[in-house]
T-cell receptor, first 112, second 114 residues
């Protein structure tokens, strides 16, 4: 089946630290991959996406590269800010299917 | 801002009651999907509507039902509420043009069942 496994949280970092949140997937087809972010009390916001192998998605200083050989889509940011504190969800979408399949989420807290 | 709106923002119901949640899609989008997010979990797919027809369903019982209207707005109905139905309900709109496009989420409706 299709599934997404994310790095266990919570993750706590100091401001300006380097961030990596690991995400690996299992898919029966050719998925598109997404990172969504959820701020406290809010819905999901699309952070970035990649639709084919070796694509790099980027937004607001965050990056993730679609690695087919390792079935991974790790999220990175070079210098985090307090405002990046949120829950981050990795997700996949199989073309021809209807649903997003989400990981369990990783809670990130950035301390000043 | 995604342009996807949901109402109400919060709702409290008692076990056995029925509830209707509403979603207004982003302009130009023809597909709406509904997800249930339990506390501390990732969202789980309930179902999707495309051009007013159900277009896929997750592992949810029939007491979860939906509608999509000609203006592409949507409703999620849940009958015979159970305590485990307490969750954040998210709708997402997208444009289907032969392939599935990116889904954009609304702010959600938080349902508490007592």
């Amino acid at each position: 089946g299709n599934s997404v496994t994310q790095m266990e949280g919570p993750v706590t970092l100091s401001e300006e630290a380097f961030l990596t949140i690991n995400c690996t997937y299992t898919a029966t087809g050719y998925p598109s991959l997404f990172w969504y972010v959820q701020y406290p009390g809010e819905g999901l916001q699309l952070l970035l996406k990649a639709t084919k192998a070796d694509d790099k998605g980027s937004n607001k200083g965050f990056e993730a590269t679609y690695r087919k050989e390792t079935t991974s889509f790790h999220l990175e940011k070079g210098s985090v800010q307090v405002s990046d504190s949120a829950v981050y969800f990795c997700a996949l979408l199989i073309q021809g299917a209807q649903k997003l399949v989400f990981g369990q989420g990783t809670r990130l807290t950035i301390n000043p | 801002e995604t342009g996807v709106t949901q109402s109400p923002t919060h709702l409290i119901k008692t076990r056995g009651q029925q509830v209707t949640l509403r979603c207004s899609s982003q302009s130009g989008h023809n597909t709406v999907s509904w997800y249930q997010q339990a506390l501390g979990q990732g969202p789980q797919f309930i179902f999707q509507y495309y051009r007013e027809e159900e277009n896929g369903r997750g592992n949810f019982p029939p007491r979860f039902s939906g509608l999509q209207f000609p203006n592409y707005s949507s409703e999620l109905n849940v009958n015979a509420l159970e305590l485990d139905d307490s969750a954040l309900y998210l709708c997402a709109s997208s444009l289907y043009r032969g392939t599935q496009e990116t889904q954009y989420f609304g702010p959600g409706t938080r349902l508490l069942v007592l």
